[in-house]
């Protein structure tokens, strides 16, 4: 019995690097666009998806956003959609920020948090890129030199992948 | 120890206790306010000078601490 339990807790134990290393499926969340109308996560399934969390108030945002966009034009004719989803609970802040910053990726909104809280965002600015099953496969926290080309290489990799 | 010794202890504890309850987590994306200029301790920003005098002079750049206004920015 003792030697039963053992081996079953033992077994358990080596599960749980293995079940945290499974990708976890987004949330199934609708934010509001700038445009005004509903983006649904789970009805992007099919195609790689950049979550990108920002706000008027971070300051490493303010380089990340525009090289996002970037990545955008460069990636989207080869099946990436960027979502630029904006956390400031003020939305004039987000609109006069994106005066500052013009831009051609769809900008979201999600003034209470709730994607936030959904995505369990640990930093601002957060960005996840989803693929094509809608699962979460890469999540970077921060902003450095080194995340857009990390960005591109993944969104690449889930590209490639296919269906 | 008298009565109301006892009461105004009991009070207190209790009230911490309520007020215990009253605090939450700020989170990442929640931290638009304290991001803000205003929320920074010396508003007209004469500890920078100060610093940037003392780093001159000691040679010791970098060795005062982080900077930034709270919002957790990576």
């Given at each position: 019995?003792?030697?039963?339990?053992?081996?079953?807790?033992?077994?358990?134990?080596?599960?749980?690097?293995?079940?945290?290393?499974?990708?976890?499926?987004a949330?199934?969340i609708?934010?509001?666009?700038?445009?005004?109308?509903?983006?649904?996560?789970?009805?992007?399934?099919?195609?790689?998806?950049?979550?990108?969390f920002?706000?008027?108030?971070?300051?490493?945002?303010?380089?990340?956003?525009?090289?996002?966009d970037?990545?955008?034009?460069?990636?989207?004719?080869?099946?990436l959609?960027?979502?630029?989803?904006?956390?400031?609970?003020?939305?004039?802040?987000?609109?006069?920020?994106?005066?500052?910053?013009?831009?051609?990726?769809?900008?979201?909104?999600?003034?209470?948090?709730?994607?936030?809280?959904?995505?369990?965002?640990?930093?601002?600015?957060?960005?996840?890129?989803?693929?094509?099953?809608?699962?979460?496969?890469?999540?970077?926290?921060?902003?450095?030199?080194?995340?857009?080309?990390?960005?591109?290489?993944?969104?690449?990799?889930?590209?490639?992948?296919?269906? | 120890?008298?009565?109301?010794?006892?009461?105004?202890?009991?009070?207190?504890?209790?009230?911490?206790?309520?007020?215990?309850?009253?605090?939450?987590?700020?989170?990442?994306?929640?931290?638009?306010?304290?991001?803000?200029?205003?929320?920074?301790?010396?508003?007209?920003?004469?500890?920078?000078?100060?610093?940037?005098?003392?780093?001159?002079?000691?040679?010791?750049?970098?060795?005062?601490?982080?900077q930034?206004?709270?919002?957790?920015?990576?």
């Open positions: 019995m003792g030697r039963r339990l053992f081996t079953l807790l033992f077994t358990g134990l080596l599960a749980v690097p293995v079940l945290a290393a499974v990708p976890k499926v949330p199934d609708t934010l509001t666009a700038l445009s005004g109308e509903s983006i649904r996560i789970a009805d992007l399934k099919g195609q790689v998806v950049l979550l990108d920002w706000a008027s108030w971070c300051i490493p945002c303010r380089r990340s956003f525009p090289e996002v970037a990545l955008h034009r460069e990636l989207q004719p080869k099946g959609t960027v979502i630029a989803v904006n956390v400031d609970e003020q939305q004039k802040n987000a609109y006069t920020f994106l005066e500052k910053y013009p831009h051609t990726m769809t900008v979201a909104f999600d003034p209470k948090g709730a994607a936030a809280q959904a995505f369990d965002l640990q930093a601002m600015p957060s960005s996840m890129i989803v693929d094509r099953r809608g699962r979460i496969r890469f999540t970077h926290e921060g902003y450095t030199d080194k995340t857009i080309s990390q960005f591109r290489s993944e969104v690449l990799q889930l590209i490639a992948e296919g269906e | 120890m008298a009565f109301k010794t006892r009461l105004l202890m009991a009070l207190t504890l209790v009230s911490a206790l309520l007020l215990g309850t009253g605090c939450a987590t700020v989170q990442p994306w929640q931290r638009g306010l304290l991001a803000d200029s205003c929320m920074v301790f010396d508003a007209n920003n004469s500890a920078a000078y100060m610093t940037h005098w003392q780093e001159s002079r000691e040679g010791s750049a970098g060795g005062f601490g982080v930034g206004g709270g919002c957790g920015c990576k």
